[in-house]
């Protein structure tokens, strides 16, 4: 039977091994049958390896590369980087903003994670409760998500206005201030306004998963929790909350990966200012890439970003591999 | 549970995808211009950033000089506008890539830079012809003795105040910074601030506090001089005092502008394209320059884009590009962009009829010659202008912010530009 198969393929015209086997014909060694068949896996693969080449391995690589030079707009022209090793490196650490901008991502990382999940997975345990109008409701939630968060920034900007914002008016007008906060414009509030549009923009991914995760778990196991006698607490601390935990490991970590590489929340809010106060080695590295015109440095930046994400990365595959055993 | 939730999800999903791509796709229409094309027309491409800006019609008004030198010269113009922040790293690729338009307007304090990057044609090669142009601004077009970039227009700054308010509060136009001062925190009150400013972190804030800077005495060189400290702190003071809002710092010159039209700005430091958009809105205005610390008018920053030609192996097209830069030079174009948007012409003969044609302008074309090229002298930063101007910018908003004392804000600035220009 195998070896007839075998016959039929170095007659058809089949990729890999009946190419090789024309090379030389009427050799009797041809490629065994497991052979090609990881041949032809490999060729199927061929299309994600160049993609994953093309437009991962090249830019990163590339990005090193570039962190190694002086890069300036001049290059652009003339195509000359003279390297100069670490030099970026030392310049970058020694630039007082890469402290702040350091500190900014981890806090801005931090909180948008705790508050995301927190926040997401009341409202997912509010909609698992079935009752009128839930899943109209549901579906409302999602629009800070499906929203472009360019028009998002733009809309939150108002709202933090410091003589016309909304959030300024309500607040005075409940009497929890005084004088209007400068959301955007005090230094130490501006870090904080960005992070609350990032919180309200990520919420209803961490619902929409928490949500998925609670519908999947069975009802009998409440029912018996209930037949026990456990209180609503109780049905969630060891009903709800241990079976939760493989999606809400997933969407933690897909959260911190998301939130180390926000760009555009920041930039269409504060744009890392005033002075550089909220910025994060994303949109610093941005800045000094193309405002600074410094590409080198703004390289460096994007490396140590890199570093992070990936330790992050290696992190999520660890315990994807775990899970998955 | 999941799977009943998918349609729901990629429905949703789907309207994102849409809603994105709608957008970008609005976003990223270029605002073609095309001159008439008759036979045998030379095609040119033109970037510039007159979107819309100043009185929402500097891209509109370019179009149809662009378009006038045009059908003169035979020429067809492929015009693309580009946001201002993304111009420069446009430009840049493009660079890489070797394909530059063909004539490229760049705002002019990035001349020098980009100019030293090797990209840029010598203008005169191409017969651009120079005669009776404002010094500053060949300055501000040259390196080394050459010049790579020139405009038919160029612009300046000044104080517009309200004739309403000062009026009602008694008061008169400031001449010192004193009275700027004084004026100020009088007409502060009921929701109005007496004065408006733009001190974003981008150019904008730089070139907005350099007369104040200038004024002062200060030197680009050093940034942290007594007199440069003098200058933030008097802007400090405005915004502590309340005087100015504290979203100065996220304002650009189109927000401040917004402010004093909408009346919750009594005084604003703006530039002279307003005019348009000032007499439309109807508002009873009047311009004093921007005063020295003493009294005098203040030395301001010469504003304006260039228009250069890209180094091309195409030199039919650079040659008509010179032609048509040239066309754009003439006295004819020059009045006509001074009416169209309010620049003041770049020829002084010229500037001085459009000061008779519009008095509104007389006090910008008064001031034009005594303007600064910034990375001109007297610092002479050359390209590297934007190594200074930047920490400069961020030591403005520091400080306003409270962030830094003024001093500091401006001692850690000299440092970064220091360290920047190594």
């Known amino acids: 039977m195998i070896e007839k198969q075998r016959k039929s393929l170095t007659n058809g015209p089949i990729v890999g091994g009946a190419a090789a086997s024309a090379a030389a014909p009427g050799a009797p060694r041809v490629l065994g049958w497991k052979q090609q068949h990881q041949l032809i896996g490999l060729v199927f693969l061929l299309p994600a390896v160049v993609f994953v080449a093309i437009f991962y391995v090249y830019p990163i690589v590339l990005n090193i590369v570039i962190s190694l030079e002086r890069y300036t707009a001049k290059s652009f022209v003339t195509g000359e980087a003279p390297f100069i090793g670490f030099d970026n490196f030392i310049r970058l650490f020694g630039n007082p903003d890469f402290t702040v901008a350091l500190q900014n991502t981890f806090l801005f990382t931090l909180n948008s994670l705790i508050f995301q999940f927190v926040i997401g997975l009341a409202l997912a345990l509010f909609f698992n409760q079935r009752f009128p109008l839930s899943r109209l409701l549901r579906s409302l939630f999602l629009l800070p998500w499906l929203a472009p968060i360019l028009v998002s920034g733009a809309i939150w900007v108002r709202l933090f206005d410091l003589d016309y914002g909304v959030i300024n008016f309500v607040l005075r007008s409940l009497g929890l201030i005084q004088q209007p906060l400068a959301w955007l414009t005090d230094p130490h509030l501006a870090l904080v306004s960005v992070l609350i549009a990032n919180i309200w923009i990520g919420i209803p991914f961490n619902m929409v998963i928490l949500y998925g995760g609670l519908q999947n778990i069975p009802n009998t196991l409440y029912e018996a929790a209930m037949l026990d006698g456990a209180n609503a607490w109780q049905k969630f601390r060891y009903v709800s909350w241990p079976l939760l935990r493989p999606v809400s490991t997933v969407v933690l970590l897909l959260g911190l990966i998301y939130t180390l590489k926000v760009f555009d929340v920041i930039m269409s809010i504060t744009r890392g200012g005033p002075a550089n106060v909220s910025q994060t080695l994303n949109t610093w590295a941005y800045s000094l890439s193309f405002t600074s015109f410094d590409f080198g440095l703004g390289a460096a930046a994007g490396d140590i970003l890199m570093l992070v994400v990936l330790v992050f990365g290696l992190i999520y595959l660890r315990y994807a591999a775990r899970e998955g055993r | ?422």
């Open chain 2, 1 to 422: 549970m999941v799977r009943k939730m998918l349609p729901l999800v990629s429905l949703l999903l789907a309207a994102a995808l849409a809603l994105s791509i709608s957008s970008s796709a609005a976003a990223q229409t270029p605002a073609p211009t095309q001159a008439a094309a008759a036979t045998g027309a030379v095609k040119l491409t033109e970037w510039d950033y007159f979107t819309s800006g100043g009185a929402g019609r500097s891209g509109p008004a370019w179009g149809d000089i662009l378009n006038q030198c045009g059908t003169d010269n035979n020429i067809t113009i492929d015009r693309q506008s580009v946001p201002r922040d993304e111009l420069i790293s446009k430009t840049l690729l493009a660079a890489q890539q070797q394909q530059l338009p063909d004539v490229l307007m760049i705002d002019n304090p990035d001349l020098q830079q980009v100019a030293n990057t090797g990209a840029l044609a010598v203008l005169t090669d191409y017969g651009v012809d120079l005669t009776g142009l404002y010094k500053n601004l060949i300055d501000a077009g040259s390196l080394n003795g050459k010049v790579y970039g020139i405009a038919p227009g160029i612009n300046g700054m000044a104080l517009f105040y309200n004739v309403d308010l000062l009026n009602k509060a008694g008061v008169k136009p400031p001449t010192t910074w004193a009275e700027v001062k004084d004026t100020a925190a009088k007409l502060t009150g009921n929701g109005v601030y007496g004065i408006a400013f733009s001190a974003p972190a981008t150019e904008e804030g730089s070139w907005q506090f350099e007369p104040w800077f200038w004024g002062a005495g200060g030197d680009l060189k050093k940034l942290d001089s007594p007199e440069g400290v003098k200058a933030l702190q008097f802007w400090t003071d405005l915004v502590t005092s309340g005087s100015a809002s504290k979203s100065v710092v996220t304002w650009n010159q189109g927000d401040v502008d917004d402010q004093f039209i909408a009346g919750k700005a009594a005084m604003q430091q703006n530039g002279v394209w307003n005019l348009g958009a000032l007499d439309q809105a109807k508002i009873n205005y009047g311009v004093v320059p921007i005063p020295k610390p003493d009294g005098g008018a203040a030395p301001g920053p010469m504003g304006g884009e260039v228009l250069t030609i890209p180094l091309s192996s195409n030199q039919a097209n650079m040659q008509a590009a010179g032609k048509l830069v040239n066309c754009l030079l003439s006295d004819k174009t020059m009045l006509a962009w001074a009416q169209l948007n309010a620049y003041i012409p770049a020829r002084q003969s010229v500037a001085a009829q459009a000061a008779k044609d519009t008095p509104a302008m007389k006090p910008f074309v008064d001031a034009a010659a005594a303007e600064r090229s910034r990375p001109g002298p007297p610092a002479n930063l050359g390209p590297d202008y934007s190594k200074v101007s930047q920490p400069l910018w961020n030591a403005i908003q520091a400080a306003l912010t409270g962030a830094k004392t003024p001093q500091q804000a401006l001692t850690d600035a000299q440092k970064q530009a220091e360290s920047a220009m190594q």
